[in-house]
């Protein structure tokens, strides 16, 4: 049976797709992608060996020109979906937020394919709100986010997080980023496009942190050039304990092997960070959806929130926690209780069921 996935523009909505489809893929399904042309999920995709098939796609939400152009490009991908659908005939399709889902779900009816949606945010965004009016189930990562969805079709199932979750071990991090294991670990990773404000703060604290922790830094490829020249003037015996990198596919042991985590408060933020039982200090973006999630794990006592017009908070404030192993602890058992792992195996159950 061949099962369809969607959805892209950032990590936390094509990561989902992934990994819900190599669930499929275990169980003996077939897959193929639908996504943006030049979108993270393409890659990702790719690289997972999924076939793709490029969506017209554009955000809509915007000016008056970025609103017209994206209601044309979801008008162009819903008949390029359609098209695509019908030829590959999908036994059903599952669809993450994010602007590259809305035209492919948009024309699950029209191919009549059954839809399950999916909400990796706390809070739905303009895609997942419209896909919910053609959706046959609708599926999301957190039970504070019914309030917002069609209750009667609507579970709350976790964010599925890539199988690497339940391999990874801390002293297999360690030992995979050239970690030592004596000293406390900061992991400092602005999602899957990296932060470059973020990323500037962390670069100012460096000579500060590094007095009393090793710092992991998953920088994204723009800034990795000029952090390398950062790491360069930091005096030497600091230098080897500032581990930079532009990006890894290792995240799980990454936070296998870290004691607290700066971070974004993207999607995969809720099914991650709880799932390693990882500490946070995280730092929501423009988009109201991340200051939602930040909320949400502050409120758990799970993680700690800066604002991102208060950055200069992240060094007291890594400082305190690096320095309070009480509290690391009470924070990473609310991160726990938060886990679903099995998420991934409910979802592709969904899958098909609404197949079948």
């Known amino acids: 049976m061949k099962y369809a996935l969607a959805g892209g523009g950032t990590g936390g909505h094509a990561y989902p797709s992934i990994t819900v489809g190599e669930e499929l893929r275990a169980r003996g399904g077939d897959l193929v992608y639908y996504g943006s042309e030049r979108g993270p999920e393409r890659g990702l995709a790719e690289a997972a060996g999924i076939p793709y098939r490029a969506i017209p796609s554009s955000q809509v939400r915007g000016g008056p020109k970025r609103m017209i152009t994206g209601g044309l490009n979801l008008l162009r991908g819903r008949q390029t979906a359609v098209t695509r659908m019908r030829d590959d005939r ?85 030992a995979r980023f050239g970690l030592d294991a004596g000293l406390p670990t900061v992991l400092v990773t602005g999602g899957s496009l990296g932060a470059r404000r973020i990323n500037g703060a962390v670069a100012a604290a460096l000579p500060r942190l590094l007095e009393r922790a090793q710092v992991l830094h998953i920088s994204g490829r723009e800034d990795a050039s000029w952090l390398t020249d950062e790491r360069e003037r930091l005096p030497e015996g600091q230098r080897g304990r500032y581990h930079l990198l ?105 899958m098909e069921e609404i197949a079948a």
């Open 246 to 350: 532009p990006y890894t596919d290792e995240m799980a042991w990454a936070m296998a092997a870290a004691d607290l985590a700066v971070t974004r408060a993207g999607a995969s933020t809720l099914g991650e960070l709880p799932v390693a039982r990882l500490p946070a200090i995280v730092i929501p973006g423009g988009f109201s959806d991340q200051h939602v999630n930040a909320r949400y794990l502050a409120d758990r006592g799970a993680a700690v929130v800066v604002g991102d017009d208060a950055l200069e908070r992240i060094e007291p404030e890594v400082l305190r926690l690096i320095a309070d192993e009480d509290t690391r602890r009470r924070m990473a058992e609310a991160m726990r209780g938060l886990a679903r792992p099995d998420a991934a195996a409910r979802l592709a159950t969904l």
């Open 90 to 174: 999908p036994a059903s399709l599952f669809a993450t937020g994010g602007y590259a889902a809305a035209p492919v779900g948009w024309a699950a009816p029209g191919a009549h394919v059954p839809l399950l949606v999916f909400l990796p945010d706390v809070h739905p965004g303009w895609s997942v709100r419209f896909l919910n009016h053609y959706a046959t189930r609708v599926a999301c990562s957190v039970d504070a986010s019914m309030a917002s969805l069609p209750r009667a079709k609507t579970i709350v199932t976790g964010y599925p997080v890539r199988r690497q979750f339940s391999e990874a071990t801390r002293a297999d991090g360690i």
